[in-house]
C-alpha cells in the first residue's frame, strides 16, 4: 500500500497546489496508456506492433478528439484497435478538467477548492459555488453525455441496417460514428470515410446534429437543459455561444458554397440541392466535427485558408470542439466594436463585460497563433509541401478538427511528434497549459502608476 | 473667394466635428496630387502619359514610404518622375495627422481642440497640454526631419563621388537615398537597386541608421533630442519602443541569417563576415526601411514567413515605419505575461498600463490582419501565384514595408488597387480609418452589470 499511498499524497498535494498542473498529467497518462494500448499487436489488423510514432500520433489524436490520422483506421487498426481509438475519443471527449477531477477523486477522494472551482467552471457557468455540487455535476455531465450518443447511435444503427450491413456490424458503426460525432472526433471506420453516405441525409444530419450539439459545450448543454428555449434565461455565455454558432455556421456554408460552387472537382458538377447540403455539412463540419465529403486537397486555395479561419475559431467552451472558441472571438469583436464606437464599456445582451476577460481573449488568440506559426516553420523545414497545405494541417491539428490534406501521413516522424504536441496543446488549452507551467502565481502587494504607450 | 471661404468653413467643419476624418481627406488629397503629377508625360522617360493604375499606385507606394513598384523607379520615370516620388515620400513620412494639421492651419488659419489634441499625440508624447504648442511642434518635427535627411545626404553623397559620379548627380542621388531611408520608403534611383553596394559600409551604414531613427517615429525622437541617453528620464513610450527595436532588430538579424546562412542562392556562398552585415541589414529593412540586397524571392520559405511576421509588428507610433507598431506587440506580450502570472495589473518599467490600452492594441493587431486576410484572398482569386508569394507581398503592402518578390508589377490592374488600398490602409492606421468611417461617437449614460463569459 505503500506506493498507492504516495500516489496519493503526491496527487492531493499537486491538486492543491496546481489543479492545471494535474489535469496536465492526468491527460498525459490517459494518452499514454493509449499509445500503449493502440502499439501491442492486439490492436492492428495485421497483429504486429505498430511503429511508436503512429500509435502515439493515433492515441492522441483520439484522445484530443481530433480524427488526423497516420495509417488508415479501417484498414490498419483491427476491431480492438478500433474499439481502443473509439474508447479514447469518448474519455477525451469529456475534457481534461473532468478526467482530471475524476481521477483526482478517484484516487485521493477529495478535490482541493482550486480544483473543484477548476471542474465547476469546465462543466457549468451556472454552478452556485457550493464546491459539493462538482460530484453531482461530473454525474450530470457523464449521463448527458452518454444519452446523447446514445441518442445517434439509435438513429444511425436501423439506417447502416437497411443499407445491409449486418445488425451486430451496424451498432457497432452505429457506435463509433456516435461517439466520432459527438465528441468532434471525425474518426471512420469506413476505409473511404462518409463518401458512399454523400447523399444520405439519414446519415448526414445525425452526424451534423451531433457534432453540432458536442460543439456547443457543456456549460451551454447544461443552461439548455435547465431552461429550454427561453433566450432570456440563458446567461451572456450560452447567449453568445449559440448565436456565434449559427451564425458562423451560416457564415461558413455561404462562403464554403460560393468559393466552391463551381469547382468540377468538389461540387460543381452536382445538383444544387447537393451543393447546399455539402455547403452546411463543411461548415459546421470544420469547426471542429473533422468529417469530410469531398477531398479537402480538391478544394480551392482560398477555401482552404476560409477553411482554416473557421477551424482557428471553433465551437464553444469547454466543448468537444477546439479552436480558440466562440466566446473569445465575439469579446475581441465586441471590444473592437466598442473601441471604434468610442465607449467605455464592452457590452453584449445587455451585460457589461469585465475588462479582465478581454486580456483572457487575447492571451488565447496570440498564444494559439503562436503555436501554430511555430509548428508550421517547423514542419516547413521537413517537408516540401506548400505553405497552404502545411498550414491548413497545423491548424486542423491545433484545433483538433482532424480535416486534412493527407499531410500528416506523408511527414517523417519529427513531424508527426510536431501535430502531436500541437493536438495536445490545443485540446488542453493555451491558457491551462501556460497556467500549468507556470511556476507560481504572485499575489501583488501594490500597484504602480498608470502611463499609456501610444497604440498602432 | 467664395469657393475658397467654402473649403475654408468646410475643412473647420469637418476639423472640429472629426479630425481624424479631416485627416483622412488630406491624405488622399495628396495622393490625388501625386497620381496626376506622375500621370503626366513630364514625368515618364519616353514623355507619354502614364497608365492610370500604374500613376496611381505609385503615388500610393510613395505618399504611404511603401516603396512597392509596378514599374521600374530607375527606367520608367523621368528626373521630374524621381522627384515627384521623393517629393511624396518626404510629405508622406511627415505622417498623415502632421499633413492634416498643416492643411488645416493653411486654409483656416486655427485647429478645433480635438485637432490640436490629435496632431499633438502624433507628434509627441510630452506635449504638456497648452494647446498653442501645435504650431512649434509642427516646426520641431518638421525641422528635425530636414536636418536628419540633410545629414544623411551628406554623408552619402561623398560617397557616390568617389564611386565615379559626378558631383550633381552623387548630390542628387544622395538625396534621393536620404530621404528614402529616414521615411522608410525603400525606393532607390539606380536600375539594379543596392546590388552594386552590397559590401559597402559606407553606403549600408548610414542607410540603416537613417532607416532605424525613422522607424522610431517622432515622439520618440523628440524625447531622446530633449533628454538624451539618460534612461530614467525617457517616458514609457519612448522605454519600450526603443528596447522594442532593438530586441526585434537581433531577433530579426539572428533568425535571418540562421534561415538563410547556407541558401546559395542569396548569402550561402558569402564570407561570414558578409553574411552577419546582410543579416543586420535585412533585419533593420525588413519592419520598414524596404531596402533589399538579396532578390526576395529566392529566400527560403521559412525566412518569407519571418519576414512576415517582422513586417507585420513594424516600427514605433507616429514614425514613418508601418506595421501594427512595437507599442501594440508590447502591450500583448505584456497582458499575455501578466495574465500567465495571475497579476492583476498589465506593468512595465514600473508603470500600470491602463485596460483600456489593452482594447486598442487588440482593436489594431485584428483589424490589421483582417485586412491583410481579405486582401490575400482577393489576390488569390487573380492570380496563379503561391500563397506564400501573395501572403508576403499583402503583408509588405499593409505593413509600408515594400520587399517584393516582384508580384505587385505581375498582378492585373485590379489587384494593383487592392495592394494600393492596403499600402493606405496601413499608413492611416487602421485605428484612424475605423474612428474616420465611424457615424458618430456616443456617451455612455449608464452602465451595465458586469457578466464573464468563459474565455478559450
Ligand atoms: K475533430
Ligand atoms: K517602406
Redesign the pocket.
Known sequence: MQPLNAARLYVQTVASNSPARLALLAFLSVIAVFTLLLALPISSANNEFTALHDALFTAVSAV?????TVVSTADHWSFWGQVFISLGVFIGGLGILTIAALLSLAVSKKLGVRGKLMAQSSMSTTASGTLGEVRSLLKIVITTSVIIQLALMLVLTPRFVVLGESVPTALWHGMFYAI?AF?????TPHSNGLVPYEMDLYILIPLMVGVFIGSLGFPVILVLLQFKGVFSKWNLHTKITIIGSFALVVIGAMGWGLLEWNNVRTIGGMATGDKIVHAIFASI?TR????NLVDQAYMETNTMLATDALMFVGGGSAS???GIKITTLAVLFLAIFAEARGERDVKAFGRTIPEGTLRVAISVVVLGATLVATACGLIMMLTPASLDRVLFESI?AF?????STNLSAELPPAGKYILAALMFAGRIGTITLASALSLKQRDQLYRYPEERPIIG
Chains 1, 2 share one sequence.
Open positions: 484530443c478528439v481530433t480524427g488526423l466520432s465528441n468532434n472526433a471525425g474518426f463540419m471542429s466535427g473533422g468529417f468537444t470542439a477546439g486542423s484545433a483538433t478538427v482532424g480535416l
